[in-house]
């Protein structure tokens, strides 16, 4: 009767790992699926919270006031530096100034013949080759602003809020 009951132990010892073994299992299964489910849940939520936001600000955006803007009607036409003596120039036909606020374009057309002037003197400073080289409007632009936000008293640092946004210049500015 002892080797009986030896028996039925060893044989349940085996039989217990196995069900221990699959009730893990299916509790892993389980909690993977269960964990799955709830981030595709919430990921549907913040999907559409996401979307609902995009939407408003695209709303806002339409219902915002455009930026003014400051037009210098007069052609900006100069003599440019050259290395080797020849002749060359630059004409702007025409610039245009996008403001922060209307405070700033106030102080634009205010100063505007002094402003002029110092672009005039900031386009003169060129020389043909830096004219010609890749991304030399960009890099002009910059200059721009930074001389016309300087010339109406803004810091660089609060340029964005309350001076010079953008410089734009016409597709149509001939360096020859």
Do not use: W
């Amino acid at each position: 009767m002892a080797k009986d009951e030896q028996a039925t132990g060893a044989a349940a010892a085996p039989k217990s790992k196995k069900i221990l073994i699959i009730i893990s299992a299916v509790v892993v299964l389980v909690l993977v699926i269960g964990g799955g489910a709830a981030f595709m849940l919430l990921g549907g939520k913040g999907k559409k919270h996401a979307d609902k936001e995009h939407e408003q600000a695209v709303v806002d955006d339409e219902n915002a006031k455009p930026a003014p803007t400051v037009a210098f009607e007069e052609k900006f036409t100069v003599n440019l530096q050259s290395e080797d003596g020849s002749s060359h120039y630059m004409q702007v036909p025409k610039l245009e100034l996008e403001m922060a606020d209307e405070a700033a374009a106030k102080k634009v057309t205010e100063r505007k013949s002094k402003i002029s002037d110092r672009i005039n003197s900031t386009l003169r400073s060129k020389s043909m080759k830096e004219m010609l080289e890749p991304g030399s409007d960009l890099k002009l632009k910059e200059e721009l602003k930074k001389v016309i936000n300087d010339t109406i008293g803004i810091r660089p640092d609060e340029a964005a809020k309350k001076g010079v946004k953008e410089v734009i210049l016409p597709a149509s500015f001939i360096v020859q």
